[in-house]
């Protein structure tokens, strides 16, 4: 008996260390309760956007783009205060050490060449600025230069660039649709996460929207701080929206002063309508805000004499929305006939202005509307993007391929030769829609369908997978087991303490 009372009394000790562990492990697995948010009334009075954008003696807002071809020549424009009455721009052959700067190992003047500025006088917001603008010319094609801008007692830092090729080559290009609102706070994100995915695009297209209120100082501020540095190393190719138009005198007195641009375009359209040649393909921006006409007749001309393999157009207004009520006839009845009259055919066209996502298939006039090609030998692959904060819900029409809504876009667009690789990604870097266009030998083009997420909508709901089947699961499984464990313990324990009392 004694025997047996001992090994009930060891038994439920055994027991009762077994509870004392499952309880101490169930308290490490219990998510502590979460600490109370920070308030966030402080007193500090709010900045003044205006007073935080002011123009200074320090060059800012500096931002690259061709004004000219761009295998031989690269356009710079920068802000200053009106203090800086002579300013320059100084470019040299981009070297391994710090050759080009005086008072470094290996300085040589002769290496720098100097450039006075171009002065524009801008008063915005109750400030006075003036914009500088210098195009580098007689550049040699495929080259690296640096570049820096001042006035001789301020300077930039020294940026890099890198010429084209004057023969077709593979390169990659940023296309983003609308940025317009939550720039600094929103847009930031994608503009940088576009850059981090190609380090090495050669060039960023913008469709237009910019911003939200043209003629406000700060939001191109917040614009310019939005994407920084990567201005300065990476041209932009900038199209005009309809918010760029809020000033009832036309475009945005910002737009003439701070972009470089070509102004080979219609007239009164100087520098919002124009093209370049970018290593085998011909890039056209169009206005779609004022004088369709006058660019139909320009288009046709720009069209018929482009000696490239590849056409690539960008505007605001989409020819075909993926938002029901928000159509824009007039340009499309204005532009369509001359791109699906061109022989060559428009490759790919990149739009805003409707605030979500849709994609084509082979869109012209004699094709089916839902993009469906029977009419084989030509088609052009329509996109609506928005990159964004303000983010409307999209339709269901029957003309697009790929559509979504609620999510922040880039897209990653790159020709290799006979393809055009095209890829949209959210904010997140997650692949959204893809395709590659393949060149017949006809001049037209196969459409290929990417891997794209399953899903009409995309993968940026909010119910994600990723978020439901997240860690709280595991945690709460855990805990029930334990706690089946414990009640089987106590059991146990009651069963063997019952033993040894009934043994006495
Ligand atoms: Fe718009």
């Known amino acids: 008996m004694t025997s047996q009372r001992s090994q009930a009394v060891l038994l439920a000790l055994a027991c009762l260390l077994g509870l004392v562990v499952v309880i101490a492990t169930f308290r490490r697995t219990t998510p502590p309760a979460p600490d109370p948010q920070p308030a966030v009334t402080s007193e500090t009075p709010k900045a003044d956007p ?26 710079v424009t920068w802000r200053t205060d009106t203090t800086v009455k002579a300013p320059v721009a100084e470019f040299a052959l981009a070297a391994d050490g710090p050759v080009f700067e005086k008072g470094w190992r290996g300085y040589d003047e002769k290496l720098v060449k100097r450039l006075a500025a171009r002065t524009e006088r801008l008063t915005a917001d109750g400030h006075h600025a003036h914009y500088h603008s ?27 660039f890198e010429t084209a090729s004057k023969d077709p080559e593979p390169f990659g290009f940023i296309y983003f649709g609308d940025a317009q609102n939550g720039i600094r706070s929103l847009w930031s994100r994608v503009a940088r996460g576009a850059y981090s995915d190609m380090p090495k695009a050669r060039f960023i297209v913008h469709a237009g929207d910019l911003v939200d ?25 900038p199209a005009p929206g309809n918010h760029e138009y809020s000033d009832p005198k036309g475009i945005t007195r910002h737009w003439r002063p701070q972009f470089t641009l070509p102004e080979h375009g219609p007239e009164g359209l100087t520098e919002t309508c124009y093209f370049l040649d970018y290593q085998g393909v011909r890039v056209v921006v169009l206005n779609s805000n004022e004088k369709h006409a006058e660019q139909a007749a320009w288009l046709e001309k720009t069209l018929a004499t482009n000696p490239n393999r590849w056409t690539v157009v960008t505007f605001h207004h989409p020819f075909y929305s993926p938002v029901a009520g928000r159509d824009n006839p007039a340009v499309r009845e204005a532009w369509r006939k001359v791109f699906d009259a061109v022989p060559k055919g428009v490759d790919l066209v990149l739009q805003g202005h409707d605030h979500t996502y849709g994609r084509s298939g ?37 003309w697009m391929k790929r559509r979504g809504s609620g999510a922040q876009l880039y897209q990653l667009i790159r020709v290799e030769g006979d393809e055009l690789v095209y890829e949209s990604r959210t904010a997140r870097g997650d692949l959204y829609d893809a395709f590659r266009l393949k060149k017949r030998a006809d001049g037209g083009n196969d459409l290929i369908e990417g891997e794209n997420p399953p899903g009409p909508e995309g993968p940026s709901g909010p119910d994600t997978p990723a978020v439901a089947g997240g860690n709280g699961g595991g945690v709460g499984a855990r805990g029930a087991w334990n706690a089946v464990v414990a009640v089987v313990i106590l059991a146990l324990v009651a069963l063997a303490v019952g033993w040894a009392v009934r043994g006495r």
């Open 213 to 237: 209120a043209g003629n406000s100082d700060p939001q191109w501020g917040e614009w310019h701080a939005a994407a920084g540095w990567i201005n300065g190393m990476v041209p932009s190719v």
């Open 50 to 75: 205006v007073a935080l954008y002011r123009p200074t003696v320090v060059p800012d807002r500096i931002i690259l783009t061709f004004a000219s071809d761009p295998a031989t020549s690269q356009a």
């Open 134 to 160: 210098v195009n580098f010319t007689d550049l040699a094609p495929k080259t690296k230069y640096v570049y820096r801008v001042g006035d001789g007692s301020n300077w930039s830092e020294w940026f890099q």
């Open 362 to 398: 082979l869109m012209r006039e004699d094709n089916r509307l839902d993009g469906t090609q029977v009419q084989t030998a030509r088609g052009t692959v329509y996109v609506v993007s928005v990159s964004g904060a303000k983010l409307y819900t999209g339709g269901d029409l029957t």
